[in-house]
Structures are given as C-alpha cells and as structure tokens.
C-alpha cells in the first residue's frame, strides 16, 4: 500500500487540475479525485508530463479520502452552490473526527458560514477559501484568502505559503482572512474591484479608440508603455497583449471580431447587493455592472443605433481633431484616479462587513497579498498596503495624503477625459461616476438638504438643523399654501 499523501483535491475542472500540479509540484504528495473519472486520468497524465510529480489519482471517493495522511485536508474545486453541498456529501461520509475540508470556489460567504456550522456538528473542521489569479494563477502561484476554522488554517499553512504567489518585497501571497465567510467575501470584493478596472480600461480603449483614433499598432503600444509606470498591472499587461493579436480566422486583429457582449457570473453582483445592503457607496463597481447589463443588450443597441442615426447621431458626435499624445497622457490620469476610487469603494465594503461581522479584517494585509497571483494585482496595490500601514483607521484612501495629492494631481486631465468623452457621445460611466464619488466626497456641503426638506414635505421624516441640535418637523405644506393665498 503506498504511503499516505499530504493533502487531497476533488473537482478536476481545469483550476483544480492545476492547483493540484502546484501543490505536487512544490514537494507535497496529493490524492486526488472527480466524479467524472476521465479527468482523474487527465490530470495523472499531467502530472508525469510536468516532471513526474507526486499526485495520485482515485476513482472513487472512500480510496480517495482512505489515501490521505490524518487528519486529512481535502481542498474541493466545484462549482459554487448545491455541487459543493453534494461534494461534501459524498467526502465526509469517509472522513472522521478533526479531518478538514476547504471550499477553494466563489462561493456566496452566508453558505461557507452554514456549512461551516454543519461540519463542526460532524467534528469536521472548514475552511472557504478565495482563490484568484485564474488558470495560469492556479498553476504557478495564485493570491490565497482562507477564511473560516483557524485552526483548519493552521493544518495547511505550511503548503499554502508555498503554493501562493511569491513577492520579493511582501511575501506570499496569503494570510489567514479571518473567521467565518470572510476569506470567501474578501474574494468577492476582489472580483467586484476586477470588474471595475476591466470597465476603467475599457472606457480608456474606447476615448482612445473613438475619440483619438488610434490603432491597435498604436493603442498596444500605449499599454506596454503605461505598464510600466504607475499603472503597471496584470489587467494593463493582458490588454496590451490583446490588441498585437491577429484574426487567424480572417483579416485585421482579433479584439475587432469579439462580440461586444459581456458575460458574468455573479460575483460583481453580489458586490453591488452586498454594498447596498450595508449602505456603502460603490458607484465604479455598480457602473461596470451595469455597463455589462447594457452590453447583453446588443440586438437592441443595433436597433437603437438605427433610430438616433436618422437624428443625426453618428457612433462618435463631434469628429473633432484631438492632440494624441496629449490625450494619451490625459487618459492614463484619468485612469489611474478612478482606480484610486473604485479601489477606496471595494475597502470601504470589506471594512463595513468586517466591524458588521467582527472579522477584524487588516486592509493592508489584504492589499498585501493581492500584489502577486490574483487578476487586481499591481503596483498600485504597494500604495495601499502602505497607507494603510500609516493609518490603520483610514475612513476612505482618497484621504490618505499621498492618494489626495496624487488626485489633486490628476484632476484636470481626469475632468478633460470626461468632458470630452460626454461631447463626442461616448459613455465613460466608471470614470464619470469615480469623478463623481470624488466630488461628493470632497465636498463639505452637498445637496442632501433639499432631499431631507422634501421627505419631511411629504412624509414628516423629519430634519436636523445646521445651526442647533435636535430633530425638527415643519408643516411646509401649510405654510406653502398660506403663502400662495
């Protein structure tokens, strides 16, 4: 009988075949296991490929989790949802007192913390962990975020510091999130800040793009180079890596014959729902939703299309001539300062579910571990770990003095981009309502005055005053009609 493995991984969809080969990879022997049995045999077969490497595949759950030293740890990779619940089902049927199991998918983190409480009630130990950094991350070093039974995490550590992504100057990129669902929030929020800066980029492509007239040639070329300033990132590295790749299946480049439809599934809205819940103003990851909504729209864009062009609505309003490199310059500030606030808005959620939960989540330790592996890794992210690092009790990173110079900087070229993107008729939602988060936020009075007079008009909700304490009630309607008379 051959010796015990270290740990096991059941679901062999390509993120868990390779997480699987990182883990064996990094010297610790694996079993695993799926319930379609041809991708056990898959993944054995890459194993030898890949260097001969210390997995071992089951056909069936009992010698699968029979095979894994005590206590056993076993990461699932299915999908979110009743597949896990199933999964479970069928593990910890075989598994005893103190063994551990780890959801390492994008599940909603109120199931996590069910679940959770359902195993403890089998004496088994749980763990929901967020994995980012997508194929390649799996294989070569994603962002780890285990949340949930401490000392689950403590089994594992050893393996997990190894398998995570490396940063020269901060480490793995890993750390115990903190109890409960939060290690499987914290991976939500990530990917709702990631919808945010694909729309960002978006929006920049299509200014650039529509506005100033670049090529592909040209807008490749604009993205290597802001990879490697202050925007250098993994999302800017790809996308200047998209416009150099031709059509093989026709003339031109391929970016030009992709479907302008987004797909999606679910975590950005869950972002969304989660910050209205908890009355947290999120308006960059809310526009990125709801651009993708629009984008599902397309036959009945094209028939819109149709209806504004005989009204004199080209795709592009004024065809003015623009200076590129100015433009350039002016995008790659507006950019970066809605980056600032879609990423000040992601913080802001995880720290108001944090107090709300009492996880006693580190923002710096999270931004820390998303320097390396996941989709939102950057530069950017040092800045944020270093802010809060100055001042663990930050209300919001605009006002972190090197963020607040940094938009001071950048305002005008960020104002420019706007104005120009609403007079050519090209929508720039994620920047626009970044600027407009900015403006709200920055500003000592703003209009809410009239809309509390108005509620207490029509549905005596009350006001406070800005001159003396206490709430106030006036009968405005009467004194309305006292005054028209």
Not at 223 to 238: M, P, Y
Not at 273 to 278: C, F, H, I, M, R
């Amino acid at each position: 009988m051959a010796p015990p493995t270290r740990i096991g991984l059941a679901g062999l969809a390509v993120m868990g075949q390779n997480l699987a080969l990182n883990i064996a990879e990094k010297g610790f022997p694996i079993s695993v296991y799926n319930r379609t049995t041809s991708k056990v045999d898959e993944t054995v077969e890459r194993a030898k490929q890949e260097g001969d490497l210390p997995l071992f595949g089951f056909h069936d759950p009992e010698s699968f989790v029979q095979s894994i030293q005590k206590p056993r740890v076993i990461i699932m990779l299915v999908k979110a949802g009743a597949p896990v619940d199933q999964t479970i089902k069928t593990l910890s049927a075989y598994m005893e007192k103190g063994d551990c199991i780890i959801d390492g998918g994008n599940e909603w983190y109120e199931n996590t913390e069910r679940r959770e409480k359902e195993m403890s009630g089998l004496g088994l130990l749980y763990l929901g962990m967020g994995v980012s950094g997508g194929e390649e991350g799996a294989r070569n070093g994603p962002s780890l975020m285990p949340g949930g039974s401490f000392e689950a995490y403590k089994y594992i550590e050893d393996i997990l510091l190894k398998v995570a992504a490396q940063v020269s100057d901060s480490g793995p990129c890993v750390t115990y999130i903190g109890k409960g669902g939060s290690g499987n929030f914290v991976k939500m929020v990530h990917n709702g800040i990631e919808y945010g800066d694909m729309q960002l980029i978006a929006e920049a492509y299509d200014v650039l793009k529509s506005v100033g007239k670049l090529s592909n040639e040209e807008l490749q070329s604009v993205f290597s180079e802001w990879n490697r300033g202050e925007l250098l990132s993994f999302l800017i590295e790809i996308t200047a890596d998209i416009f150099g790749i031709k059509d093989d299946k026709g003339e031109g480049y391929l970016v030009d014959k992709v479907l302008d439809k987004t797909g999606m599934k679910g975590t950005g809205k869950w972002t969304v729902q989660q910050a209205a819940d908890l009355s947290i103003a999120a308006p960059t990851i809310a526009a990125s939703l709801d651009s993708r909504f629009l984008s599902g729209l397309k036959e009945e864009r094209v028939e819109a299309a149709k209806v504004f062009k005989s009204g004199g609505f080209g795709d592009v309003l004024t065809d003015q001539t623009v200076d590129k490199a100015k433009l350039i310059d002016d995008v790659r500030q507006a950019l970066y300062a809605s980056k600032i606030c879609s990423y000040a808005q992601g913080m802001n959620l995880i720290h108001a579910k944090s107090i709300e939960k009492g996880w006693d989540l580190k923002l710096g330790e999270l931004a820390r571990i998303w320097k390396g592996g996941c989709i939102i890794r950057a530069i950017f992210l040092d800045r944020i770990k270093k802010a809060y690092d100055r001042n663990p009790d930050l209300a919001n990173l605009l006002v972190d003095p090197e963020f607040a110079k940094e938009i001071i900087d950048r305002q005008f070229a960020w104002r420019r981009v706007v104005c120009l993107a609403i007079n050519s008729g090209i929508s720039t939602p994620g920047m626009s309502s970044s600027l407009a988060y900015f403006d709200t936020y920055r500003r000592e009075r703003v209009p809410a005055n009239l809309v509390q007079a108005q509620r207490d008009y029509f549905g005596a909700h009350t006001y406070e005053r800005v001159d003396m304490e206490g709430s106030f009630h006036t009968e405005w309607f009467k004194i309305a009609k006292q005054l028209k008379n």
